[in-house]
């Protein structure tokens, strides 16, 4: 059995199939984790979640900001829709319903023993604030599966848009404390050491504004003897160290779909 995390798909499925026939990936016995994003920009968004969905517990797939970015879509709370998003045919869909509620069950953040080294691996599409261990991670993210996953959950959704508060503070409560939650798990690149975040910065590390640093970087992380496997920001590109796995290589951009088989870190890619 193997397991193969792979980059932000973004609606791109030949890509996808065409990376797990590289892998020989056997729905039988290996594993996918997928970083979240998989719908929108790209042209098969429908197809694309279909196919995670029917591939069962095999799979192991995290919420990115384009997922949930869907799930506030069909709920009537994106506040406006961008000329390069492709996910009408999701919501005109016959299954649509069907498809939105199995999306709305993923988790925002997965993690389980890394038995190479004897840590913690943790699946989450952005990263993770320093303040944060990987168990405190999890349980904040419960949290935020709980809100999507109740039978209120649009009310939620019409909640979660926004870019504040922006830093961790244990005593956040209600709409906030969830909104940072997702924003930190699904949004992140930049902040400062003690975890105030900065959204507008998407390009590479060194791009940084003054003060803040890759969130990765930041001194006295609690979760830095762990391995995070993430995706969300493909101008950092590859990255394949010992506790960082990072994936989003750019396919939708023209740049590959990537896949590293966690056993022994190797590398699959397929080029746009």
Known sequence: MATYAVGDIQGCLDALRGLLRQCH???RQDRLWLVGDIVNRGPQSLETLRFVRDLGESAVMVLGNHDLYLL???????????RSDSIEDILQATDRDELLTWLRHRPLCHAEPNPQDGGTYCLVHAGLLPQWSVPQAARLAREVEQALRGEHYPEFMGHMWGSEPNAWN????????????????TRLRFCTPDGQ??????????????????????????????????????ALGLVNTPR?????????????????????????????
């Open 25 to 27: 990936f056997d729905a």
């Open 72 to 82: 506030m879509a069909a709920s009537g709370s994106a506040r406006k829709h961008s």
């Open 170 to 185: 244990k005593s956040l409560k209600g709409w906030p404390r969830l909104r940072l939650i997702v924003n930190a798990m």
């Open 197 to 234: 975040m900065e959204f507008a910065t998407k390009g590479l590390p060194k791009d940084a504004p003054p003060g803040y640093v890759p969130w990765y970087q930041t001194t006295n992380r609690k979760s830095a003897d762990d391995t995070l496997v993430t995706g969300h920001w493909s």
């Open 244 to 272: 960082l796995l990072a994936l989003d290589t750019g396919y939708l951009w023209g740049g590959a779909l990537s896949a590293v088989r966690l056993e022994d870190r190797k590398l699959f890619q397929v080029c746009a």
